[in-house]
């Protein structure tokens, strides 16, 4: 009997995670890619010498992405290798205080003792961090959770309420531990790595703390769009059928059940299963053709997270003061939070994420030369959305910021720039208005939950990626991936796959 064929809409790290795991399972699988490399927002350009990773630049929890290529029998080291970044951070604040991020104890003691306030607390709250964490991989994460029904199983009330800290925000779950404020603002933009506000998203969010500093902080060496490489090679072996430059513009569908994919050329491809890369939103309101009342009623239910204005530069000068991962500051975090996800306006003074991945690959560059990738967070695309102008004003006041906290005459340095704005997250990467982390969590609107994995109306269609749970990040797309393939291979399993010209 011939296998069930899976097609899959899109080749990011969540589509590329379950096409491999699929595959590994002995499904057939097809993969359709709408740009000319898969990856997604994974992505590389080379320019003028700079090999730029337009996309992550690090990732955490590297044993998520090792099961990918456990699945099929193989070590993910013979495909790609990955070196742990020590600190994992530098911070710089406007009054001069620096600080380093370090998994070490000894080394975090003595970082811990240059801050001007008392830093008690700080040890109670990793291990607070460490309980969210472990509870949230137990109920949430591994079992592939998609709503509070579902964590509550096998779980008393008291457990997932001990698990959770339900009743505060992130930024009032530090506080319970820390009191100085430079660690405040260190430990409450961790919300970076899935676009959100600390003030706003549940305090659960305080699991992301550990599982940084508990598996580490870490860079594909020769450049992070080596992993979408080792990925693309995996496929390979596994039979996998990647089409490029194939997009996809409808899901169709016969009653209750998803027929096949159609795309831009017109060709129709039949299938079993349907997984979907592209965002829900974006593909309830392109590829199914849903109604747009109801498309809005669901975009309000997963709204955007944070976007951002994505600089690279290449610079003729090395920032000694530089580590990879690097964070400048706002005066006031909370205002620069609230600016973008409460009043949705570009920030006058934004927290800026950098790095220079040439402090651990220098080969990135021209020899005395750096790679800077420049990140402050902005919302996503508005209605009006704003101006190219707006836009410039923003980057002026991210470099003047930068020249300001001890980048010297950086603007001068540049020899070649890349900007991509949420107008081109949206058009090359098909994401809701331009949003880099899929879905914002917020501790009332949605507790941190994204999209359900299967489609409620669809059986055998399904989505993987940042607006789906677990949501944003590169180890939570790509535990998304596995997650649905399980719940395809138990579909076949328990034989309720069915063949679309079989009618059913």
Excluded at 338 to 362: F, S, W
Excluded at 378 to 386: L, V
Excluded at 458 to 468: D, I, K, R, T
Aim: aromatic share 8%.
């Amino acid at each position: 009997m011939h296998p069930p064929h899976v097609l899959v809409i899109g080749a990011g790290l969540g589509g590329l995670s379950a096409a491999a795991s699929l595959a590994a399972g002995g499904l057939e699988v097809e993969v359709f890619e709408k740009n000319d490399r898969i990856g997604g927002k994974l992505n590389l350009l080379e320019q003028d010498g700079f090999s730029l990773d337009l996309g992550p630049s690090i990732l955490i929890l590297p044993h998520i992405f090792r099961r990918v290529f456990e699945r099929a029998g193989r070590r993910m080291e013979d495909y790609v290798h990955l070196q742990e970044l020590q600190p994992q951070w530098r911070c710089f604040w406007e009054d001069g205080t620096r600080l380093d991020l370090h998994p070490d104890v000894a080394r975090m003691e003595a970082e811990l003792a240059t801050l001007p306030g008392a830093t008690r607390g700080w040890w109670s709250f990793l291990e607070y961090s460490r309980e969210l964490y472990r509870f949230c991989d137990r109920a949430y994460l591994q079992p592939g959770a998609d709503t509070f029904r579902e964590v509550l199983a096998g779980h008393t009330l008291g457990e997932v309420v001990h698990g959770s800290d339900p009743l505060r925000t992130m930024a009032s779950g530090i506080a319970r531990y820390v009191e100085e404020p430079h660690l405040r603002d260190m430990l409450g933009f961790f919300i970076k790595y899935v676009g959100s506000s600390c003030y706003d998203a549940p305090a659960l969010m305080n699991l992301l703390p550990f599982s940084q500093l508990g598996y580490g902080l870490w860079y594909v060496t020769g450049g992070m769009y080596n992993l979408a490489r080792a990925y693309d090679r995996l496929l390979g072996e596994l039979g996998v059928r990647v089409h490029l430059g194939s997009e996809v513009v409808r899901i169709r569908t016969e009653g209750p059940r998803a027929t096949g994919i159609e795309l831009a050329d017109g060709r129709f491809v039949a299938a079993d299963y349907v997984v979907s890369n592209m965002e829900v939103v974006p593909a309830h309101r392109h590829l199914l053709g849903e109604p747009e009342d109801r498309v809005r009623r669901l975009e309000k239910r997963l709204e955007p997270a944070a976007s951002g204005l994505v600089l690279h530069l290449g610079v003729d000068r090395i920032y000694p003061q530089l580590q990879h991962h690097n964070f400048f500051f706002s005066r006031n975090l909370e205002a620069f939070l609230a600016a973008i996800h409460r009043r949705k306006e570009l920030p006058e003074d934004p927290t800026i994420y950098l790095v220079c991945p040439t402090v651990t690959n220098p080969d990135l560059a021209p020899s005395g030369h750096s790679v800077l990738k420049i990140l402050p967070h902005i919302p996503s695309i508005q209605d009006p959305p704003f101006s190219a102008s707006d836009y410039q004003a923003l980057e002026a006041r991210v470099l003047d910021k930068l020249e300001r906290m001890g980048l010297e005459d950086l603007k001068s340095h540049v020899v070649t720039r890349h900007v991509l704005l949420p107008e081109d997250l949206e058009r090359m990467y098909r994401s809701n208005r331009g949003a880099i982390y899929g879905v914002v969590s917020h501790r009332t609107q949605n507790f941190a939950f994204k999209g359900p994995k299967r489609s409620r109306r669809y059986p055998n269609l399904y989505f993987v990626g940042g607006s789906v749970n677990p949501g944003g990040g590169t180890p939570m797309v790509t535990l998304c991936g596995q997650n649905v393939a399980d719940r395809i291979l138990g579909d076949v399993a328990s034989g309720r796959a069915a063949h679309p010209s079989s009618g059913a």
